[in-house]
């Protein structure tokens, strides 16, 4: 059974730097692009990021929102994406949901959630002022 699970999430202040994880199950996902995106109350999923596969040599896309603070990067061996972010805002409180596409470029837009075969159950982080 493939699962997707995030970790990481909490309550941190203003400025701080926090680390999610997204751990991957049931197959490698080392070719699949794999992506971040958030929700709050209310809303529907927001995109953050991605990063392609091995066939994508890893490239990567980002969010204007999140762009310079966040980046993501993956440990193939261990089936495992990451989300750094930097330089928090009480904006990025949300509901962040780890996700598994075929590809970055291709199979759907990268930036729609419906492109997404595989969700993680989300993880709440949440910015404190």
């Known amino acids: 059974q493939v699962q997707l699970v995030e970790s990481g999430g909490g309550l941190v202040q203003v400025g701080d730097s926090m680390t999610l994880s997204c751990t991957a199950s049931?197959?490698?996902?080392?070719?699949?692009?794999m992506g971040w995106f958030r929700q709050t109350p209310g809303k529907s999923h927001t995109f953050v990021g991605i990063v392609g596969g091995n066939s994508e040599s890893g490239d990567s896309r980002y969010a204007n929102a999140v762009k310079g603070r966040f980046t993501i990067s993956r440990d193939n061996a261990k089936n495992t994406m990451y989300l750094q972010m930097n330089s928090l805002k009480p904006e990025d409180t949300a509901v962040y949901y780890c996700?598994?596409?075929?590809?970055?470029?291709?199979?759907?837009?990268?930036?729609?959630?419906?492109?997404?075969?595989?969700w993680g159950q989300g993880t709440q982080v949440t910015v404190s002022s």
């Open positions: 049931g197959r490698s996902f080392s070719n699949d692009a």
């Open positions: 996700g598994a596409k075929p590809t970055l470029w291709y199979s759907g837009i990268y930036s729609d959630k419906t492109s997404y075969s595989y």
